[in-house]
């Protein structure tokens, strides 16, 4: 795939392996939202959380890889509303965006799994443009 968001991911990477843990989970949120956006639009959100509820069973072989995908993005992209919870205990696009000034948003831990669902989701990017969605 010859696309920005993957010379961007390459940023993300290279960021999180210098030891710029919150720009690199910040950077990443940015790649998820704008490589869902480039595949869903704006139902993305309604889309990977209904399809991250289809029963394992009910999915063929080749889009099996693509649910687990949606599962973690699933709690990655809900929303969070910054004056009723507190941090998210696990990356969390919104929080990561909205939320710089809240303890516990940015860590380690939660920029790897950033890092780790951005990749992912640009590796199966073309499977991803090839499946049925419905809403």
Same mark, same amino acid.
């Given at each position: 795939? $010859?696309?920005?968001? %993957?010379?961007?991911?390459?940023?993300?990477?290279?960021?999180?392996?210098?030891? +710029?843990?919150?720009?690199?989970?910040?950077?990443?949120?940015? %790649?998820?939202?704008?490589?869902?956006?480039?595949? +869903?639009?704006?139902?993305?959100?309604? #889309?990977?959380? /209904?399809?991250?509820?289809?029963?394992?069973?009910?999915?063929?072989?080749?889009?099996?890889?693509?649910?687990?995908?949606?599962?973690?993005?699933?709690?990655?992209?809900?929303?969070?509303?910054? $004056?009723?919870?507190?941090?998210?205990?696990? +990356? /969390?696009?919104?929080?990561? %965006?909205?939320?710089?000034?809240?303890?516990?948003? +940015?860590?380690?831990? /939660?920029?790897?799994?950033?890092?780790?669902?951005?990749?992912?989701?640009?590796?199966?990017?073309? $499977?991803?443009?090839? #499946?049925?969605?419905?809403?």
């Amino acid at each position: 795939m $010859d696309h920005e968001a %993957v010379k961007q991911c390459k940023s993300v990477i290279d960021a999180l392996l210098g030891g +710029f843990a919150a720009p690199a989970q910040s950077h990443a949120a940015n %790649v998820i939202e704008s490589t869902l956006f480039h595949l +869903f639009g704006s139902k993305r959100q309604k #889309i990977v959380k /209904n399809h991250s509820k289809k029963p394992y069973s009910k999915w063929s072989r080749s889009e099996k890889g693509i649910l687990l995908l949606f599962l973690a993005l699933a709690n990655a992209i809900e929303y969070w509303d910054r $004056d009723k919870y507190d941090a998210p205990s696990q +990356f /969390n696009r919104h929080a990561s %965006v909205h939320g710089a000034d809240i303890p516990g948003v +940015f860590s380690d831990y /939660n920029a790897l799994i950033a890092v780790m669902l951005a990749t992912s989701l640009l590796i199966s990017f073309e $499977d991803l443009r090839g #499946i049925q969605i419905k809403i």
